[in-house]
Nanobody
Framework: QVQLVESGGGLVQAGGSLTLSCAAS????????VAWFRQAPEKEREFVAG????????VYAESAKGRFSVSRDNPKNTVDLRMNSLKPEDTAVYYC????????????????WGQGTQVTVSS
C-alpha cells in the first residue's frame, strides 16, 4: 500500500516558480509510476506530468512542456514537480497519483492519490 502526501503549494505571481513535492510511504514506492494531475475550479481534473518508476521516462501535457519538470528520488520516496513561468491558468489543486505500471494520462488508471495542494498564480 502506498500513501501520498503533496506539499509545496502556495501563492505566486505570474512568471514565478514553485516546486511541488509528493512524499510517499511504503517500501515499494520505487516500483510505481507517479503522475501529477490538477483540477481548477469548475473544471475536470487533468493530467500534467508523469514519471516512470526509474525516472528514465517522463511525459508532459502540452500545457506543461517547456515549463514544468518532473523528477524523483527513490531512496527518499519523493517525486517533485518543478513549475516555472507560471501563468494564472495554472491555478488549481495539484494532486500526485501512483500506479504499478507505466505512466498513463487518464486518472482512472491510478490507484493511489494524495489529498492535493493548492497552487494560486496571481496576474
Amino acid at each position: 500500500q502506498v500513501q501520498l502526501v503533496e506539499s509545496g503549494g502556495g501563492l505566486v505571481q505570474a512568471g514565478g516558480s514553485l516546486t511541488l513535492s509528493c512524499a510517499a510511504s511504503g517500501r515499494t514506492f520505487s516500483r510505481y509510476a507517479v503522475a501529477w494531475f490538477r483540477q481548477a475550479p469548475e473544471k475536470e481534473r487533468e493530467f500534467v506530468a508523469g514519471i516512470n518508476w526509474s525516472g528514465a521516462n517522463t511525459v508532459y501535457a502540452e500545457s506543461a512542456k517547456g515549463r514544468f519538470s518532473v523528477s524523483r528520488d527513490n531512496p527518499k520516496n519523493t517525486v517533485d514537480l518543478r513549475m516555472n513561468s507560471l501563468k494564472p491558468e495554472d491555478t488549481a489543486v495539484y494532486y500526485c497519483a501512483a500506479r504499478k505500471a507505466p505512466v498513463r494520462e487518464e486518472e482512472r488508471h491510478y490507484d493511489h492519490w494524495g489529498q492535493g495542494t493548492q497552487v494560486t498564480v496571481s496576474s
